[in-house]
T-cell receptor, first 116, second 112 residues
């Protein structure tokens, strides 16, 4: 089954404790992206990747890091989480990329993060 | 960056009636406009999209219209059903072709 998976689905942590949210897709998609969803603000793009080893900042990248060492994986790293990073996070992928973004985004099920 | 505004934020309709959600955007060079449906506890799912070279697209009970001159696009759902109840998001792909900007969402409730 074609899908985007995220782990963990729920996470409660404390300020300053490094964490990683994993994202994996099995559709051989070039383009991958991370979003955060907050009430009244919709989805905001954090980082995106057009292909392996190609990443770029989205609208709200502060406090986050990403890496794209393999085509299928795109982990989101919070080196020193803070309470304002409490949010619902979504990973997405599409068949676009360096060849041109031309297809629908498939979203993962979401990761609900709480930073105390 | 792109500025996407979505209205209304909440919408209640009787089953069988139509629902319309509108989005405006700021960058006239943007060229791809998808609509997503998000059910409770799930990720957004594409329901319909339109590209800048087309003015209207229809898929059964769902249609999207695009007015490039006025920089707005709308989602139309006809003959609404209770299972249409969800949060709907519009999105815009920037002219660089690699960044998406989303509207703030519309919570649609279809009353049986």
């Amino acid at each position: 089954e074609a899908q985007v998976t995220q782990n963990p689905r729920y996470l409660i942590t404390v300020t300053g404790k490094k964490l990683t949210v994993t994202c994996s897709q099995n559709m051989n998609h070039e383009y991958m992206s991370w979003y955060r969803q907050d009430p009244g603000l919709g989805l905001r793009q954090i980082y995106y990747s057009m292909n392996v080893e190609v990443t770029d900042k989205g609208d709200v990248p502060e406090g986050y890091k990403v890496s794209r060492k393999e085509k299928r994986n795109f982990p989101l790293i919070l080196e020193s989480p803070s309470p304002n990073q409490t949010s619902l996070y979504f990973c997405a992928s599409s068949s676009g990329g360096l060849a041109g973004l031309s297809d629908t985004q498939y979203f993962g099920p979401g990761t609900r993060l709480t930073v105390l | 960056g792109e500025n996407v505004e979505q209205h209304p934020s909440t919408l209640s309709v009787q089953e069988g009636d139509s629902a319309v959600i509108k989005c405006t955007y700021s960058d006239s060079a943007s060229n791809y406009f998808p609509w997503y449906k998000q059910e409770l506890g799930k990720g957004p799912q594409l329901i319909i999209d339109i590209r800048s070279n087309v003015g209207e697209k229809k898929d059964q009970r769902i249609a999207v219209t695009l007015n490039k001159t006025a920089k707005h696009f709308s989602l139309h759902i006809t003959e609404t059903q209770p299972e249409d109840s969800a949060v709907y998001f519009c999105a815009v792909l920037t002219n660089t072709g690699n960044q998406f900007y989303f509207g703030t969402g519309t919570s649609l409730t279809v009353i049986p």
